[in-house]
């Protein structure tokens, strides 16, 4: 059965309050992708179903929104979004940003080679999604995404291993 745009809505909101509430009780500090932000949130046994239901019914009402046209767009601009973090990875520059704390694009550029106009694109996709942010034109900060990358070289070795370039 196909539910509506309100019907999702309300869901996802029932949810949601349904998720502050519990973590209010259990003193979960709410998530936050701002750097140097630590949550139990993404990882607590207590709210897992109820956070994967809401993701489920979140990417259904995306779906609904989007349509079919910019679903497909979507599907397929994740291939570049993978690519993007591959060479953001292989380039040293996440660790360059985290041992720095910031990083122009002028830094960035000098750093691994990768000329300017290329790594604003790669930088651009890592931006929407999260990865890195620009707190100012040009100026680069990491995540708590980007941060976890650096602190867990397990699901860094385990990315890097899942898109892996083909041999020309």
């Known amino acids: 059965m196909t539910s509506t745009i309100r019907e999702l809505a309300t869901q996802i909101l029932a949810l949601c309050t349904h998720l502050e509430q519990t973590c209010n009780e259990a003193d979960i500090p709410p998530p936050s992708l701002s750097a140097d932000t630590r949550s139990s949130f993404w ?26 046209q910019e679903f497909l767009h979507e599907f397929v601009a994740s291939h570049w979004d993978h690519g993007a973090l591959y060479a953001f990875l292989h380039s040293q520059l996440l660790e360059y940003i985290a041992s ?34 620009e707190p100012e034109k040009g100026v680069y900060t990491l995540t708590a995404v980007s941060e976890e990358l650096v602190k867990d070289s397990d699901s860094r ?6 898109y892996v370039l083909p041999a020309r």
């Not at 109820?50 to 079919?68: F, H, K, N, Y």
């Not at 070795?157 to 899942?162: G, I, K, R, V, W």
């Open 43 to 68: 990882s607590n046994s207590e709210i897992e179903a109820t956070r994967s239901t809401a993701i489920g019914l979140l990417e259904e009402l995306t779906v609904l929104i989007q349509g079919p």
């Open 100 to 133: 720095s704390g910031r990083a122009s694009i002028e830094d960035l550029e000098s750093q691994s080679g990768i000329p300017a106009d290329k790594l604003v694109r790669i930088l651009g996709l890592l931006r929407c999604r999260r990865i890195v942010d």
């Open 157 to 162: 070795a385990c990315l890097e291993f899942q």
